[in-house]
């Protein structure tokens, strides 16, 4: 949908602003990177040669009191190992090897693959995870793993994976702020929502269009329209039960006869009044109005050949989805899916050190618990990799800072402060609106939505290097629906600038730091 400047206005303008370490072959990572030859041991199995090592962990003590270098820097040092990707396989995988002292560094982004956190990112109730009786949202089941991953001294970067070179070694792992090399890899990048590639997808992408209910389904524009889920197993059916919540009917499009979700979620979906299902269907194109918007799909009975127009205003995919192997292609062997090959009842690839888990290489059972449990594999596998090959290097567990605290309730007349940066609610945002002369980031967020607790300390960050600068302000588009509606907003997360009262870029979705790095630096 398009936004006129107006009505942005028009909303805005609705409420005018009136301890020391061990004598072990252990050293501290606060001062371990670069890994000085004098002060790093290799890892020996016996006593005897830990006993050994003692001499060189007094030296690493010595070396502590001085300035530690960044972690991971160009050409500092080789780390024990990286993984690529996060979700459960990742975040697994991160706590066994950062328990086991291996210090591993962990690039949670990636940008064919979506958010950090993966699938589960964008799912609403996990049911089936142990340890959960009463059911965990899968964002807070991710934030969950991240938090222990970063106890136990994972260094965890939200950073898009653009190079992986796993002929040579060590191995090569660049991201898209830093080149790190490695003695192990542990691929978890797990796979990507297909789409069905309708001849006006494109069109209408993120404008009734979405893979991903959670994400979008809270917009305004969707609340009490007719709409439209097509798949027949877990993911689909979940998202048309999800999607009740806001529609005033869902209709779910299956191409089968019968619906492949569990038998739970097929008497959930067949006994909802507000859902009806449409077997021996499928979608061939999406229509649209003389304003541009969505208002139907074209559908074909796979029986019959008959053709019909079912009118919706929203379109979601659940159809499965494609593993997101692209960086590996031509150095690890693959299936014909692109499927990464292991071993079987191992995490072990066709290159030595080199390791895979999660969704990138489980084409048949691809649950949260399943991908976890070869993320345990896939750690523990490295470790006796390091050991063997005489690689490995420990670290003591780092003393964490404590964490700055999140913006808390909204902005109130009486504590608005417009020298303050970082802001949340309409009202704040009304205030900077008519009375900053900053560059203003506005982001649109709901409760539900996973990604949005992804994009949320990567425009931290941003934020911070651009202090005093700029101006940011968190909407929750279910606490400040009629702000969302008249910015248009279809989808979360959903980022606008503002300058001068002229709204002037919207970026959709999560995009990488240089991305709005580069967009502030050329309009502040």
Not at 65 to 87: F, T
Not at 165 to 185: A, L
Not at 252 to 269: I, W
Request: aromatic share 6%; glycine share 8%.
């Amino acid at each position: 949908m398009a936004v006129t400047r107006p009505a942005v206005a028009a909303a805005l303008s609705a409420a005018p602003p009136s301890s020391s370490s061990s004598r072990t072959r252990r050293v501290s990572f606060l001062s371990c990177r670069p890994l000085p030859a004098a002060s790093c041991s290799r890892s020996r199995a016996s006593k005897a040669l830990r006993a050994a090592a003692a001499p060189a962990a007094d030296a690493a003590d010595e070396e502590a009191a001085a300035p530690s270098p960044p972690p991971s820097d160009l050409g500092r040092g080789v780390e024990n190992l990286v993984i690529i990707g996060s979700g459960p396989a990742g975040y697994t995988a991160a706590i066994y090897a950062a328990r086991a002292n291996l210090k591993p560094v962990v690039f949670e982004g990636y940008q064919v693959g979506g958010v950090p956190g993966g699938q589960l990112m964008t799912t609403t109730e996990v049911e089936n995870f142990p340890g959960f009786p009463d059911g965990i949202t899968g964002p807070d089941l991710m934030d969950k793993m991240r938090k222990q991953a970063e106890r136990w001294g994972a260094e965890l970067h939200q950073e898009d994976v653009e190079f992986v070179d796993v002929k040579s070694r060590p191995f090569v792992i660049r991201s898209t702020d830093r080149e790190v090399k490695s003695h192990s890899v542990i691929i978890a990048t797990g796979a990507t929502a297909k789409r069905l590639r309708l001849p006006r997808e494109e069109e209408f992408w993120s404008r009734g269009i979405s893979a991903c209910a959670i994400c979008d389904g809270a917009s305004p524009l969707y609340k009490g329209q007719v709409l439209a889920v097509v798949g027949g197993g877990d993911t689909a059916t979940e998202e048309a039960i999800y999607l009740t919540k806001y529609a005033c009917h869902v209709h779910l499009l299956v191409r089968r006869d019968q619906l492949r979700a569990s038998k739970a979620m097929q008497d959930r979906v067949l006994n909802n009044p507000n859902i009806t299902v449409h077997f021996n269907t499928e979608a061939v194109d999406v229509v649209g109005n003389s304003k541009g918007q969505m208002s139907g799909i074209q559908l074909r009975r796979i029986d019959t050949g008959e053709e019909s127009v079912l009118e919706v205003k929203g379109l979601f995919y659940g159809i499965g989805h494609t593993p997101n192997s692209q960086l590996l292609q031509g150095q690890i062997e693959l299936d014909s899916s692109g499927y990464i090959f292991v071993e079987e009842g191992s995490a072990k690839t066709s290159v030595d050190g080199v390791f895979a888990a999660g969704d990138v290489q489980d084409h048949e059972w691809r649950q949260a618990v399943t991908a976890a449990g070869s993320g345990c594999i896939a750690a523990l596998s490295v470790e006796r990799y390091l050991v063997s090959n005489d690689l490995l290097v420990e670290f003591h567990q780092p003393v964490l800072e404590e964490p700055k605290k999140e913006i808390e309730g909204k902005d109130v007349e009486m504590g608005f402060d417009i020298t303050h940066t970082k802001h949340r609610g309409q009202y704040a945002l009304r205030k900077l609106y008519h009375g900053s002369p900053r560059l203003i980031l506005v982001l649109y967020t709901s409760p539900t939505c996973g990604p949005c607790r992804t994009l949320k300390p990567i425009l931290n960050k941003v934020i911070d290097e651009y202090d005093e600068t700029v101006h940011f302000v968190e909407i929750d588009i279910e606490e400040d629906p009629e702000i969302a509606e008249a910015a248009g907003i279809m989808g979360t997360p959903c980022v606008q600038f503002f300058k001068n009262k002229e709204m002037i870029r919207t970026f959709s979705g999560v995009k990488m730091k240089k991305e709005y790095r580069e967009f502030i630096e050329s309009n502040k």
